[in-house]
């Protein structure tokens, strides 16, 4: 029966592919805009039948869980944790069970809708059929846990952990630098601030040699007792 409801979903997005795609040459020839709606509409039957597949089999499996759910809270069961009430009055018991699964399914069936809106799936079911036409480009197997906990963090850390231990080695690198760079600043400046102070040394030796000179020749020039009386 299901199988019969997806052929039948497939010939007639088929056939309004074929449908719109003559529309749509007809309207190239006059010049006319397709509709661009009826172009979204007509996409591959293959990709359109695996994602309504993909749809249809999570709300078939929600939905057999929710039966199986269900069953469980069966009238026997309702009954037998309520006896006393059972046994006063079985009509109304069984009236009570009936509005209890009522609601109950009203409320799992409000909560699956919700998640699925919230959750997107039905753009996640796309992403898949992406992944999925990518993973036939790759002719690699894909990766899968060797069931060593260890291993499979160690293949996953250990790419991330490499690429930070070559970052931090060419910021090394650019501090080591900047910090030769720094030190030959340095010592420029403490071979200036030497230079400096010798000349200073050297002026400084100059001056009291000029000053001894003119003492001398001060004392040559005028004896101290040509002054005396």
Not at 85 to 109: A, C, D, G, T, V
Not at 193 to 199: F, P, S
Not at 219 to 228: E, I, R, T, Y
Request: aromatic content about 6%; hydrophobic content about 35%; glycine content about 2%.
């Amino acid at each position: 029966m299901e199988e019969s409801e997806v052929a039948t979903q497939k010939e007639t997005v088929a056939s309004t592919c074929v449908r719109d795609s003559a529309e749509n040459q007809s309207n190239e020839a006059t010049g006319e805009v397709s509709n661009p709606a009826a172009a979204a509409v007509c996409k591959p039957a293959e990709e359109t039948g695996a994602r309504f597949n993909r749809l249809k089999l999570l709300d078939k499996v929600m939905q057999k869980s929710l039966e199986k759910f269900i069953d469980i809270a069966s009238f026997n069961r309702f009954a037998s944790t309520f006896r006393p009430l059972y046994k006063k009055n079985p009509q109304r018991m069984e009236s009570i069970h009936k509005q209890f699964i009522e609601e109950l399914r009203r409320s799992i069936q409000e909560d699956i809708s919700r998640l699925t809106e919230e959750g997107h799936l039905e753009f996640k079911l796309n992403e898949l059929d992406k992944l999925e036409r990518a993973a036939k480009d790759k002719p690699a197997p894909a990766w899968r846990p060797s069931g060593v906990p260890e291993q499979d963090l160690c293949s996953f850390l250990m790419p991330y952990y490499q690429k930070q231990e070559a970052y931090m080695r060419l910021e090394l690198k650019k501090v080591q630098a900047e910090n030769a760079a720094l030190a030959q600043k340095v010592q420029a400046g403490r071979e200036s601030i030497a230079q400096t102070e010798n000349r200073i040394s050297a002026a400084v030796d100059e001056w009291k040699a000029s000053v001894t000179e003119f003492e001398t020749l001060a004392s040559s020039l005028c004896p101290a007792d040509v002054f005396d009386v």
